[in-house]
Nanobody, 121 residues
Framework: VQLVESGGGLVQRGGSLRLSCAAS????????MGWARQISGKKIEWVSN????????TYADFVKGRFTIARDNVQNTLTLEMKNLETNDTAVYYC???????????????WGQGTQVTVSS
């Protein structure tokens, strides 16, 4: 399993970013995929999931209406469109497979090296 995130960077509060994840080493189209994030000093928290066919999406309450997850099962890519970013969205964002989530925290699964998102005020 290889997951490579990209697209992070520095953005002002209220701005937007689009994260991408290139997946390989497994049959991407058959797995639920997700995004998680880790704010400095805290545990990894779940952000969003998308079903294998892309028809079903779920979001953590703190990103609902601002973030949109999508996937391309031909290109084996996962994306996260982030709008109206807030300073407390600053975190390392991870693309994940087989994420096990307990009380909003990711406790197991596969994820990449992450991409840093920094939102300035």
């Amino acid at each position: 399993v290889q997951l490579v995130e990209s697209g992070g960077g520095l953005v002002q509060r209220g701005g937007s970013l689009r994260l991408s994840c290139a997946a390989s080493g497994f049959t991407f189209s058959t797995f639920t995929m997700g995004w998680a994030r880790q704010i400095s000093g805290k545990k990894i928290e779940w952000v969003s999931n998308i079903s294998p066919d892309g028809d079903q999406t779920t979001y953590a309450d703190f990103v609902k209406g601002r973030f949109t997850i999508a996937r391309d099962n031909v290109q084996n890519t996962l994306t996260l469109e982030m709008k109206n970013l807030e300073t407390n969205d600053t975190a390392v964002y991870y693309c994940g497979k087989d994420l096990t989530v307990v009380a909003g925290q990711v406790v197991n699964g596969y994820w990449g090296q992450g991409t840093q998102v920094t939102v300035s005020s």
